[in-house]
């Protein structure tokens, strides 16, 4: 998954990362990086979720062949460790893990 961190940066210019997202069976929570999200619907600056901790507000996307996932870049975009090969395979073409049939 693509996941910025949206609070406290101008439009689309907060940390990014490609790294795994865990689902609950609702898609109404993920966890990533420790951190549990939860899904939003009010209005929020340009985000999708938010940090039940933190109040820190995030967009949670899957990520695009062409790398841009951010709107607005030039930004480097980390990709964590352990994603880098189903990331690359992606990137190469393979569906993302879970996607097969499509």
Do not use: C
């Not at 790294?19 to 109404?28: L, T």
């Not at 995030?58 to 062949?65: E, H, I, M, Q």
């Not at 395979?89 to 893990?97: K, V, Y």
């Amino acid at each position: 998954m693509f996941v910025q961190l949206k609070t406290g940066f101008d439009v689309d210019r907060g940390p990014s990362w490609i790294g795994w997202v865990e689902f609950n069976k609702s898609w109404k929570t993920a966890r990533f990086h420790g951190r549990e999200l939860r899904r939003s619907h009010s209005p929020g600056p340009d985000a999708n979720f938010y940090d039940v901790e933190s109040d820190e507000w995030f967009w949670l996307s899957g990520p695009k062949r062409d790398r841009t996932d951010t709107r607005y870049g030039p930004r480097t975009t980390v990709v964590d460790d352990d994603a880098r090969e189903a990331y690359e395979e992606f990137l190469n073409g393979a569906p993302l893990p879970g996607h097969a049939l499509g």
